[in-house]
């Protein structure tokens, strides 16, 4: 029989969904080293564990229901609450442990490399360079994107994560894509390359072809062939 | 207080020492007192070009080091009463010079002068970056030629990064100086024209001093070639440069136009 309209004349029981963002710790094995670093931690960053809601993943290691009853015991020791658990299945886990959780997803929290826990800088992720980049000098920016208003000299060179975008001649080296990235591309005003790299892949002047020199060209990766194509 | 100007090029052998002599005499000659410093130690050139060879007692290392004062060590030109010169040593080399010395040399001239020169030595190691590191103003001495032109955008990104000014977030002021220019070559596309050098360096232009005899000739007899032949196209060429480095604008000529003008008005065909 459903109940309701009877649920609506009792008073809410204020059950809701509702998301927190909680700290994860994952042991590695072998637990006991494990432990001890982080006993490591914990002496110099006393009290950093407490009042914070811990969950522990036992992703990466294989615990019997005993081990990971012991572990909490542990870490309990160690001020360390344990507010759920998540990597595991359900057989592992006892009554008497933290219940198991789902879905978790990696959030942005404080910075918990240090004992201060500093705010965190929005990491930039294009760098724009408004003078000429003069020979001999290296631009590295592995984090983004690179835009140059103004020429890039011989002998100078610009080595990016992302795409590099130059407004101006370019006449050094550019080295896009390179922390992995096959995506990314090269485009400048006017080709007089020394040297065009994505991802690794790479062409000197001599590779390119010669129709293309002086023009505002585009370069991107296919499969792994540099390809270069005028963009006018 | 002086202003400080450093004539660097990256590049050996372009004309920097031809240059601070030139430079260094117009602005003289015009009344302002000025100290040229040589800091090519070990392969000292300045006072030859200077004529001042058999006078040298003492040197920027010996002041450097305290051994002598910068009084004794400066030597008056012969034939400009406000022009000295501060010899470098032919015996040491460039490890002999300390920051702190250069600093004291420099800050010293800046009380008692209108101008300091630098002439630098090839390069981008400790003596050209001592050379430059106290500079409120670079000239940047190149051959329209395509090495002098790269070393020289080398020496650019060095003025902006290693000197006093550049640490403080201040500009050095640069000016790019074109030297041994021959249009008739540049039209035939053997040398890099004017246009393409400002292009690559994209820095303001301070003059355009002819390829010619004359300054051979004139370090030869040891005077600079705006003292030793003052109505010849490089003369001319370094005095409007001395000029502009004052500030005053004066409309760039380029060498070699006027005979081609005369050519045309004759019917002749330049070679």
């Known amino acids: 029989m459903t109940s309701t309209s009877a649920a609506q004349a009792r008073p ?63 870490l309990s020791l160690r001020a360390i609450r344990i507010i759920g658990i998540e990597g595991a299945v359900p057989a592992d886990l006892g009554a008497d442990l933290p219940p198991l959780l789902k879905n978790g997803r990696a959030a942005g929290m404080d910075d918990v490399s240090g004992a201060k826990p500093a705010a965190q800088q929005q990491e930039p992720s294009s760098l724009l360079l408004e003078e000429p980049v003069r020979s001999g000098q290296s631009v590295i920016f592995p984090h983004g994107d690179v835009t140059v208003v103004g020429q890039v000299a011989s002998g100078a060179e610009v080595v990016a994560g992302g795409s590099i975008h130059i407004y101006g001649a370019l006449r050094g080296r550019a080295l896009a894509g390179s922390m992995g990235n096959s995506r990314a591309r090269i485009f400048c005003s006017k080709n007089e390359a020394e040297l065009l790299a994505i991802d690794g892949y790479y062409q000197t002047t001599e590779d390119i072809d010669s129709k293309l020199r002086n023009r505002p060209i585009q370069a991107w990766l296919e499969g792994d062939v540099l390809m270069v194509a005028a963009s006018d | 207080m002086a202003k400080v100007v450093v004539v660097t090029s990256g590049k050996g052998g372009v004309g920097k020492t031809t240059t601070t002599a030139a430079l260094g005499a117009a602005l003289a000659q015009s009344g302002q007192k000025v100290a040229l410093i040589d800091f090519d130690v070990g392969l000292r050139n300045l006072d030859l070009v200077m004529g001042a060879e058999r006078r040298v007692v003492y040197d920027l290392i010996n002041v450097v080091q305290g051994v002598a004062k910068l009084q004794q060590a400066l030597i008056k030109d012969k034939r400009i009463d406000t022009l000295w010169l501060l010899p470098a040593s032919q015996t040491r080399d460039k490890d002999a010079l300390t920051e702190d010395g250069v600093a004291r040399v420099i800050a010293e001239l800046r009380e008692s002068h209108d101008w300091v020169l630098c002439d630098s030595p090839a390069g981008i190691e400790r003596g050209a970056t001592l050379a430059m590191r106290f500079a409120d103003t670079a000239v940047i001495v190149t051959n329209p030629e395509v090495s002098s032109v790269r070393d020289s ?119």
């Open chain 1, 12 to 74: 809410s029981l204020g059950f809701r969904g509702r998301s927190f963002m909680a700290y994860s710790l994952t042991p590695q094995p072998p637990i006991a080293d494990w432990l001890a670093e982080l006993d490591k931690w914990a002496r110099n960053s006393p009290g950093f564990f407490v009042g914070r809601p811990i969950v522990l993943d036992l992703a990466a290691v294989t615990l019997s229901q005993g081990a990971i009853a012991h572990l909490i015991a542990e």
């Open chain 2, 153 to 271: 955008d080398r020496i650019i990104g060095l003025l902006d990064a290693k000197t006093e000014k550049a640490e403080k977030g201040q500009r050095v002021d640069k000016h790019i100086l074109i030297t041994r220019y021959d249009g008739a070559r540049a039209a035939r596309g053997e040398m890099l024209s004017i246009e393409d050098v400002l292009e690559i360096l994209s820095t303001p232009l301070l003059g355009i001093i002819p390829e010619s005899q004359e300054v051979l000739r004139a370090s030869n007899l040891g005077a600079p070639v705006t003292l030793s032949d003052p109505a010849s196209g490089p003369a001319r060429a370094y005095l409007d440069a001395a000029r502009r480095l004052k500030g005053e604008t004066v409309p760039m000529a380029i060498p070699g136009d006027k005979k081609r003008l005369l050519d045309r008005l004759f019917g002749r065909r330049a070679a």
